[in-house]
């Protein structure tokens, strides 16, 4: 069985707080995940760990298999460009790992419920 690894990959924030966001939601959503992925949070840009130091992690873990989810709200160069390009470094760099990339979230059929219960959830007090 291949030992799959996740890396949720976000932007990043030159303040702490939001690269902790991400951080949280990469906990929360390793604690939905019942297939005993491993799970690590990285950074495009302003935080730690990046992307290269983030799959580092995974593959020293032991996984075989790495899913790249970009949380990123739309296809800009890091989804177009930046993204792919790194993959390909690190396909270069573990060529025994497989390298998947995941859609962007507004490429998800979800993300038009989520927008439509975030604008529910305001309060028109």
Request: aromatic residues 8%; hydrophobic residues 45%.
């Amino acid at each position: 069985m291949i030992k799959e690894g996740v890396l949720i990959l976000a932007h990043g924030s030159r303040r702490e707080a939001g690269n902790e966001e991400v951080k949280n939601i990469t906990k929360q959503i390793k604690a939905k995940d019942g297939l005993n992925r491993l799970y690590q949070a990285a950074f495009m840009e302003f935080g730690q760990p990046n992307m290269v130091d983030g799959v580092a992690k995974l593959i020293d873990s032991g996984v075989q298999k790495v899913i790249v989810v970009p949380l990123f709200l739309f296809s800009g160069n890091h989804i177009w460009r930046d993204i792919p390009q790194a993959l390909e470094q690190q396909r270069q760099q573990y060529p025994n790992v497989q390298f998947v990339l995941a859609r962007h979230i507004a490429a998800a059929n979800l993300f038009p419920d989520l927008v439509a219960e975030l604008i529910d959830g305001v309060d028109n007090k």
